[in-house]
């Protein structure tokens, strides 16, 4: 169980945005009085065009250091620095000035350790983007910014791995802090969801039920789920810099707690309604081989391990400014955005297959109709 969940948060990090890169090259609003000028770290994969945007609308003066690589055609009109930050490269980052720092490609101890050190007095403010699987699987219910995170026996590793992942985030937020006392901000997402999302965990659920027919529910509508929708993480990640917050955060949601029933209500209506569910319990779902967070995206069973993932407590971000949009509209956009896909990249790896899920169904039927 530990090891799917930790891949699957660790998909999250590396999501592409194939087929939704022309909604997000919009104009960038005139220039601010105050706009600051803010260094990304990345900015061309999931959610750092929606950063990117987001601060483009608020007015700040945007520079982009990356390798070049991905998605290299996206905002001509920015400033592009090129480095490589895994071989030690950060030569084109020298002389320079900046209000804050937003690093979103940073996974490894010697990464931040890097971009802290030249940066330190380049910048008033790091805004690192960790996870919440710095949390481990053993964790108890509620989590939150004080809760232990993960350690491993090798802090110095350059091999991010599902056991590894979020200890080394965990090394990574606590380095940056280390280097630049009181002036970071350790930002944790939860499952970072919306359009753009081909990761093939929430988009499972507005895709499934699109196709109609009877859907395998597992376990019952009341157990708890958590995501956060790209957009809204993009844009309290500018609102981070613009308020100069500092600190650590878990930016998960939504603001109340929701029961998966209650996300595939939505992800139904967003297709229409074509769909009927039928709830099969954990139990069954074991017995029969199907796994929380691989055939049955982000879902985990409240009892179960792992299951404080799905408890993670955001009241502090939401203290300072992280607002969430409704479940409906997350599901509408990611459905828009999937099927606007080509057909090959509509049958990502990893989700339960028609066949598998038919056959569960007839065995769950089956049980039933034996009592």
Known sequence: MNTSRRDFLRISAAAGLAGYLPRLEQAAAPPKAGGKKILILGGTHFLGPHVVESAKKRGHTITLFNRGKTNPQLFPELEKLRGDRRTGDLKALDGRQWDAVIDTSGYVVRDV?????????????????????????????????????????????????????GALKALCEQEAEKI????????????????????NRYTYWPARLARGGEVLAPGVPSDPVQYIDVRDLGEWVVRIVDDGTMGVFNATGPKETMGIGKMLDACNAAAGK???????????????????????????????EGAAISQVSCKKAIGKGLTFRSAEDTAKATLEWFQAQPADKQSPRGWLKPEREAEVLAAWHAKAGAK
Request: proline share 11%.
């Open 113 to 165: 350790r890097d971009a802290a050190t030249k940066l330190k007095d380049a910048v008033k403010q790091y805004v690192f983007i960790s996870t919440i699987s710095v949390f481990p699987d053993d964790s108890k219910a509620p989590v939150d910014e004080s809760s232990p995170v993960a350690t491993t026996s090798d802090p110095n590793t350059d091999k991010v791995t599902n056991e590894t992942y």
């Open 180 to 199: 630049m006392p009181g002036r970071v901000a350790n930002v944790r997402p939860g499952l970072i969801v919306g359009p753009g999302d081909d990761s």
């Open 274 to 304: 074509k769909a009927t569910l039928t709830w099969v319990d954990a139990e069954f779902l074991a017995k029969n081989g199907i796994r929380p967070w691989v055939d049955m995206p982000v879902w985990i069973p409240p009892g179960g």
